[in-house]
T-cell receptor, first 113, second 115 residues
Framework: GNSVTQMEGPVTLSEEAFLTINCTYT??????LFWYVQYPGEGLQLLLK?????DKGSNKGFEATYRKETTSFHLEKGSVQVSDSAVYFC????????????FGKGTKLSVKP | GAVVSQHPSWVICKSGTSVKIECRSL??????MFWYRQFPKQSLMLMAT?????????EQGVEKDKFLINHASLTLSTLTVTSAHPEDSSFYIC???????????FGEGSRLTVL
C-alpha cells in the first residue's frame, strides 16, 4: 500500500547549520509529494510540493527534489534559523483530491542560537 | 494565507459523554473539509471527508456512528465524538479547501482527553 517514512526526531541543530530530513515513500502510480510544517500552536502549513519526478519544490530556503528512482523527497536547507523550529511532515497524495494525503510521522526540529 | 480555526483547542471529558469540535474557515468558503486523527508520534490519519450540504464520506475502519460529522455551512464543519471512551483520546485536526484542486489549510488541532 501507500506509505511515507520519514526520519525520527527530534533533530537539534545550531543556527546556520545544514538541515536534511529524510523522507521515502511507497506508492502505486505517480503521487504528488508534499512537505508541511507546523509551528508551535499553529496548524499545518504547506511548505513545498512536487508533482512529478525530478521536480524540485522550494520555499523559504527549503528545497526537496522528487526522486522516483530512490522513491525519496528529502527536505534540505542550507542554513537554518531559530525560527525554523517546528515539526515537519512529509506527505503524498494518492488520489485526485489533495485531501487524500498520507502523512509521515513528523520530525521535530529544534534550532538553537 | 487562509485561516482555519478549531475550537476547542483542548477538552477533557468523562467517559460516556459526547464532545463536539468545531472547524471554521475564517476568510474563505470551504467546499470541502477533512478530519484527521493523530496519535502521539504517529502520522495524521484521514478519518472522513465532508462536503457542504451532503453526508460525510468516512475512511475504512472509522465508525460513522461514533464520529458524527456535519458540514452545515460553507464555513463550518463539526466533529462530534459520541459516547466517548478513553481510547478516543487523541489529537483531532481539520483541514479545508475552497476549490477541488485548491490548497489545503489546516486548523491548529484539538486535543481530546477522555477520563
Amino acid at each position: 500500500g501507500n506509505s511515507v517514512t520519514q526520519m525520527e526526531g527530534p533533530v537539534t541543530l545550531s543556527e546556520e547549520a545544514f538541515l536534511t530530513i529524510n523522507c521515502t515513500y511507497t506508492a502505486t502510480g505517480y503521487p504528488s509529494l508534499f512537505w508541511y510544517v507546523q509551528y508551535p500552536g499553529e496548524g499545518l502549513q504547506l511548505l513545498l510540493k512536487a508533482t512529478k519526478a525530478d521536480d524540485k519544490g522550494s520555499n523559504k530556503g527549503f528545497e526537496a527534489t522528487y526522486r522516483k528512482e530512490t522513491t525519496s523527497f528529502h527536505l534540505e536547507k542550507g542554513s537554518v534559523q531559530v525560527s525554523d523550529s517546528a515539526v515537519y511532515f512529509c506527505a503524498l497524495n494518492y488520489g485526485g483530491s489533495q485531501g487524500n494525503l498520507i502523512f509521515g510521522k513528523g520530525t521535530k526540529l529544534s534550532v538553537k542560537p | 494565507g487562509a485561516v482555519v480555526s478549531q475550537h476547542p483547542s483542548w477538552v477533557i471529558c468523562k467517559s460516556g459523554t459526547s464532545v463536539k469540535i468545531e472547524c471554521r474557515s475564517l476568510d474563505f468558503q470551504a467546499t470541502t473539509m477533512f478530519w484527521y486523527r493523530q496519535f502521539p508520534k504517529q502520522s495524521l490519519m484521514l478519518m472522513a471527508t465532508s462536503n457542504e450540504g451532503s453526508k460525510a464520506t468516512y475512511e475504512q475502519g472509522v465508525e460513522k456512528d461514533k464520529f458524527l460529522i456535519n458540514h452545515a455551512s460553507l464555513t463550518l464543519s463539526t466533529l462530534t465524538v459520541t459516547s466517548a471512551h478513553p481510547e478516543d483520546s487523541s489529537f483531532y485536526i481539520c483541514s479545508a479547501r475552497q476549490y477541488r484542486a485548491g490548497e489545503l489549510f489546516f486548523g491548529e488541532g484539538s486535543r481530546l482527553t477522555v477520563l
